[in-house]
């Protein structure tokens, strides 16, 4: 018997079909053991040696495994193509060598896709471990363990109230930061545009001033309203003529198919996906055969899949959307993630596959594949001049038209950002010495604008850009800042809080080396080393921690007061900007002699006075206002105060508090806001079928309804101040049919399919909590994660009800569970 081990049961399920009797394929269900969290799980005097521990919640899974192995004469390990995969392989033989139940025979397959063709050809193919592959990820989880397990503890006896740092996971928040100081230090510059209307042939279009008196017209040239006014004159007393017409033909190529980082990216662009929800929905999409593998570097698809796409492009469309010869790319990343093939669809004949999220992201996944074989755009280029005449002015316009869509007409690249459009206007057809109309002049004020706050896409596309991590990790990274609270996300983009400010700036004071880019890309390169068999692992590890411990343990002897010091002066141009009248920013405005520093407390930082306890000034850790004053506690009016504490503002009176809601800006915050916030809950009214009250308020996880001890959850702050009675009964009612016992009472059915053979009893499919499933009023089987809902058959649900009723009810744990269960035996 040839024992197949998978990470998936899914996997597992599917590839048991395909691979018939004589196998047995199981599943590890990830990694089946790891480093224990605690200090000596690697032993830096011993050669970096590692103490593996075998996950508590994998013992059943390895149980299984090792049960099965005792009968099997080959081990396949098929898990995931990538590092991860060959790692988690390396550790299924390991833990059965140790046990002295490894078959004779242990061979490794990987495949890209799981489809029947690309697993039993991958099963053709056996190879064996690559050790370089499990050095570099040996390499990677020491580092990061060393890393984390040394800084840690630092930061939570030098920073209270830091939880933690990372290896990439600091670097990433340096950039955050870094992009918040930028946006902080920038002052806006005003400027002005010019521009004059034109009409010719019935259709208009607009030209902009470049060129006034001799002088070029760039973008910051005229600064006032005065000069926008003297320039905007002398184009209206012009009598324009057309100088010159320039063409220019040119065309755009498509982007190629997706890798892990690009598919992040749009689906943050195009979908709103978070990086770690655009993971997870293509897990599920390759699990269920219907893309290739996820984790990938690769641009380039295989032969076979190209020569699909070039046969689905012309049966689509027609020929001339196919170009002469297949399209080939080649990865821009120095070491692509082990040379693997692009994100792809498994078949080119399936346009459409899953349902909801997962059917958005394979249409997003389908439509790049394809495009990425089709013909390129062709576009033409007008520049239009015109002068004057006396030569005083001149104007320029310009835009484009699309000649032959190529692979436009199915995809475009999303951008981070919005640019300039100007050049996608349309124009007339103008000839040298043409007078078109003029029709009005225009002047428009600008202000340059910061740069950006980093969104998802954007920040994984500067972390790959930088060659910080890997596009594998970007998900789990994102998602630890978020979840360490050292960012929150304000309309789709990063912010650093406090505690990731203070963190980043302790890192950089501290270990500047070890937070740099520069420093963080190399040591990738030289992880990359290690998996090319280039560098040995232990001697990559021997010379990082050379440097590292003695740095670490030279911050571990020096005081919490002494830290806070060189914190003071190193954030001193943040905390204490210098103030325009030239007076000092760190005099304390309450007793007026006292100077504000930064000081450590049981909470993390906060600023106070010098005088401390005569002054009992203080300020939270942060930056101060605009005007450079620094603040305590703010009186709203009223008898209300605004402060600032461990978990955020929040606003107190007469010993009540009300925290203030994250969605409602703390400088939006006055006397009527705080009133409201102060006397929720609002009684709404009393409900019309019971006459017992129905309540808004704020709580622990958010804004909600209350009524009868029923809840329904309110999308917003505001919603808790304007819902009405007619709304709120609505919505709990909604609530109760949603989270009623009986599943889908209420909804009306997706689709009828018909009686069951059997039974006689009508078949539905329905929209569930958890996802769509079918049923027979008695049995719920939920549909496969990528099965669209309005597709399911009679037959495949008569399947799905009977396999799920075959298994019995599900079993309910409690105490006394296994001895009731062995005395019914």
């Known amino acids: 018997m040839k024992l197949v081990i998978v990470e998936s049961p899914a996997k597992a399920k599917t590839i048991e079909k395909y691979l018939g009797p004589g196998h047995r394929v199981l599943a590890s269900y990830g ?21 593996w521990l075998v996950s508590a919640d994998r013992s059943r899974q390895l149980k299984a495994i090792t049960d099965e192995a005792k009968n099997a004469d080959t081990l396949i390990l098929a898990t995931d193509p990538d590092r991860e995969g060959e790692a988690i392989s390396w550790h299924l033989a390991e833990v059965l060598k140790k046990k002295k139940l490894l078959p004779a025979i242990v061979q490794r397959v990987a495949f890209n896709a799981i489809t029947k063709s690309a697993v039993t050809q991958a099963m053709a193919h056996p190879r064996e471990l690559d050790e370089d592959l499990i050095d570099a990820y040996r390499a990677r989880r020491a580092l990061d363990y060393l890393v984390g397990f040394t800084l840690s503890p630092i930061l939570w006896r030098k920073l209270p109230g830091a939880k933690s740092a990372g290896r990439v996971q600091s670097v990433a928040l340096r950039l955050i930061v870094d992009r918040e100081r930028e946006i902080e230090l920038f002052r806006a510059q005003e400027y002005w545009s010019v521009s004059a209307s034109f009409e010719a042939d019935g259709q208009t279009f607009t030209a902009r001033l470049v060129e006034l008196d001799g002088k070029k017209i760039e973008r910051l040239t005229i600064g006032s309203k005065a000069e926008a006014d003297e ?19 040119f065309a755009k190529n498509p982007p190629p198919p997706f890798t892990t980082s690009t598919v992040q990216q749009e689906a943050a662009r195009k979908l709103g996906f978070a990086a770690s929800h655009t993971m997870r929905i293509a897990q599920g999409l390759y699990e269920d055969g219907l893309i290739t593998y996820m984790r990938t570097d690769g641009v380039d698809m295989a032969a076979e899949a190209v020569s699909a796409a070039r046969k689905a492009i012309a049966n689509r469309y027609d020929s001339g959307f196919v170009p002469d010869k297949p399209r080939h790319y080649v990865s821009k990343a120095k070491n692509a993630q082990e040379a693997h093939e692009a994100i792809r669809p498994t078949d080119f004949s399936r346009p459409r596959g899953g349902s909801g999220d997962h059917a958005r992201l394979y249409e997003l996944i389908y439509n790049r594949a394809l495009a990425s074989q089709m013909a390129s755009a062709r576009l033409e280029r007008t520049t239009v001049e015109l002068g004057d005449g006396t030569g005083r002015a001149m104007l320029r316009a310009t835009g484009q038209v699309v000649l032959f869509p190529g692979y436009l007409a199915l995809y475009e690249e999303g951008r981070d950002e919005k640019g300039d459009d100007e050049d996608s206007a349309r124009m007339p057809l103008l000839r040298e010495g043409d007078s078109p109309a003029k029709t009005g002049v225009d002047s428009s004020q600008h202000f340059t604008q910061p740069p950006p706050r980093f969104s998802e896409a954007s ?191 929040y606003l107190e009176r007469n010993g009540k508090r009300a925290s203030v809601p994250k969605d409602v800006p703390v400088d939006e915050v006055n006397t009527e806001m705080a009133e409201k916030l102060l006397s929720l809950p609002r009684e709404i009214g009393a409900h019309p079928e019971t006459g017992n009250p129905i309540t808004a308020s704020i709580g622990r996880y958010g804004p909600y309804l209350a009524h009868d001890g029923k809840y329904a959850k309110l999308g917003s702050t505001a919603e808790v101040f304007e819902t009405g009675m007619n709304a709120a009964v609505a919505k709990l009612a909604d609530a109760a049919a949603g989270g009623g016992r009986e599943r889908g009472a209420g909804r009306e059915p997706i689709a009828m399919l018909g009686a069951h053979p059997e039974s006689g009893k009508e078949i539905k499919v329905m929209a569930g909590r958890y996802g769509p499933y079918v049923s027979d009023g008695t049995t719920h089987a939920t549909l496969p994660k990528s099965t ?3 597709s399911v058959t009679l037959g495949q649900a008569v399947e799905w009800i009977d396999a799920k009723a075959a298994k019995g009810p599900v079993k309910k744990k409690g105490r006394g569970g296994g001895a009731k269960r062995k005395k019914k035996a």
């Not at 320039?231 to 033909?249: D, I, Q, W, Y």
């Not at 520093?597 to 101060?624: D, H, I, M, W």
């Open 31 to 51: 990694h089946v053991r790891d480093l224990p969290a605690k200090d000596g799980s690697v032993d830096p005097e011993n050669g970096f040696a590692m103490e």
């Open 459 to 649: 920040l994984v596309k500067r972390l790959e850009e930088l060659g910080i991590g890997r596009p594998s990790t970007y998900a789990s990274i994102l998602q630890t800042l978020k979840d360490r609270e050292y960012v929150r996300v304000d309309k789709a983009r990063f912010v650093p809080e406090e505690s990731g400010r203070l963190v980043t700036a302790f890192l950089e004071r501290f270990f500047e080396k070890y937070v740099s880019y520069d420093y963080t890309a190399e040591l990738e390169e030289e992880l990359d080393d290690v998996s090319g068999g280039r560098l040995e692992w232990q001697k990559l590890l021997d010379l990082f921690w050379r440097d590292f411990q003695p740095k670490a343990g030279e911050v571990m002897d020096q005081k919490p007061s002494e830290v806070t010091a060189a914190l003071d002066e190193f954030l001193e141009p943040w905390l204490f900007p210098k103030r325009e009248d030239g007076s000092d920013p760190r005099l304390c405005p309450n007793c007026g002699n006292g100077r504000l520093s930064l000081r450590g407390g049981k909470f993390g930082a906060f600023v106070a006075c010098s005088n401390y306890p005569e002054c009992k000034y203080t300020q939270p850790f942060g930056q101060p206002g605009a005007d450079g004053t620094a603040g305590g506690p703010q009186d709203l009016g009223n008898g209300i105060e605004l402060k600032t504490g461990r978990f955020g503002p």
């Open 231 to 249: 320039a905007k004159s002398a184009v209206g007393l012009g009598r324009f003529t057309v100088a010159s017409v320039e063409t220019k033909p």
């Open 788 to 790: 669209e809902p309005t």
